[in-house]
């Protein structure tokens, strides 16, 4: 009989990069195993193979979907994931593994879990979003409100950083792997998360001027931010910016949508595009931009880099381990806008840069992945850490 896994995600969602690393995991365990997603809310697998680029089998995996309570369903995320946490502590002895694919969980036994931001921290999260607008907002700022929630969520919950620390922590980067150390005293590996996308060959003189922002569109994410470099940068070029993602917010939807209407012709909501549409839109423009101070990574900024665009980042976060060369690394606005002008001034810059970013995209291949996950689950079955061992 072949060892029980189960994998275990908050909620899926096409469009995260989360459900990137969730998907690519039941993709990659569920040939060797008898593999179980644990989630709430029902999942459409389809949806979400064609987002995330994978080929899961509904029919070979079980699929256990908890119902998400009504008042819960687009708010309290950390009271949202109570129920998630007691379930799997009260089934985790059915399992020879159980694989958290987004953040720790405390199982009640050894298991795995993928480390991609700081969520499950508040005090660290305010910390490295400082200055986003994230830390400051009604929602996460510091009160005696918020510790309150956070403090009664994990009281329900009954997670213990404890019982978390006992698991084989995997490390979405360099970045995330150095802070797990430093503040939780916790050893980890890193494993970078799965790309999949396949872009259509596209000669660089037929691409667009354009730059892509991409992820959910939330107040960390720096959109503010980048329309205001890219503004200062259309005093020099005449480039345009898309934004791509799910809104996760109506109210700071909204204040995107102004912010596009206040800069009409060249700022485009283009919402969430999926699949090879994606593909195909990040393979007809030439750049890339973050926003996004203590990005752990971000799978979006690793996808615009294998379309073979010229990508900037903030200079914190995972998200210079996508890029690496300093040229595409920005202290602040001006520091910004004079990088990026340098660059796309310089057709010789341009093209040693993109040759620099073609060979940091294997790095995010789903097949590297998938064998690295593979590896150190069968190290942990080995090692007689599963139950079942």
Known sequence: ??????????????????????????????????ATLITMGRPDIAALNRSCGTAVDEGRIEVRALPIPPGLRRRFDALRGVRLD?????????????????????????????????????????????????????????SAGRSFYMALARALSGRSEEGWAKNRTLAVSEWVRGLLKDRFDVDSTVLYP??????????????????????????????????????????????????????????????????????PGWVHLEGEIYGPEKDAFLARHKYGISGCRGEALGVGLAEMVVSGAIVWVPDSGGQTEVVTDAALIYAGRDDAVSRIVNVITDAGRETALRRHLEERAAVFSSSRFVSGLRAVVRDFLTEGQGRGA
Not at 109 to 116: E, K, M, T, Y
Not at 128 to 140: E, M, Q, R
Not at 227 to 253: F, Q
Request: with cysteine; glycine share 8%; aromatic share 8%.
């Open 1 to 34: 009989m072949k060892p029980r896994v189960a994998v275990v995600h908050q909620q899926l969602l096409p469009g995260g990069g989360s459900e990137v690393c969730a998907m690519w995991t039941l993709q990659a365990l569920a040939d060797e195993y008898q």
């Open 86 to 142: 007691r379930y799997c502590r009260r089934h985790a002895g059915e399992f020879d593994v159980m694989v958290s694919a987004y953040n720790v969980m405390d199982f009640g036994l050894p298991g795995i879990q993928i480390v991609a931001d700081f969520s499950f921290d508040d005090d660290l999260r305010r910390e490295v979003h400082a200055g986003s607008g994230a830390a400051d907002g009604a929602l996460y700022a510091a």
């Open 194 to 263: 799965p790309v999949s996308v396949v872009p259509p060959r596209i000669p660089w003189e037929d691409r667009e001027d354009g730059f892509v922002v991409m992820g959910r569109l939330v107040p960390e994410k720096g959109l503010p931010l980048v329309v205001d470099i890219l503004s200062e940068v259309r005093k020099v070029k005449p480039v345009h910016l898309h934004i791509l993602g799910r809104p996760a917010r109506a109210a700071y939807a909204r204040e995107i949508e102004r912010l596009c209407g206040s800069n």
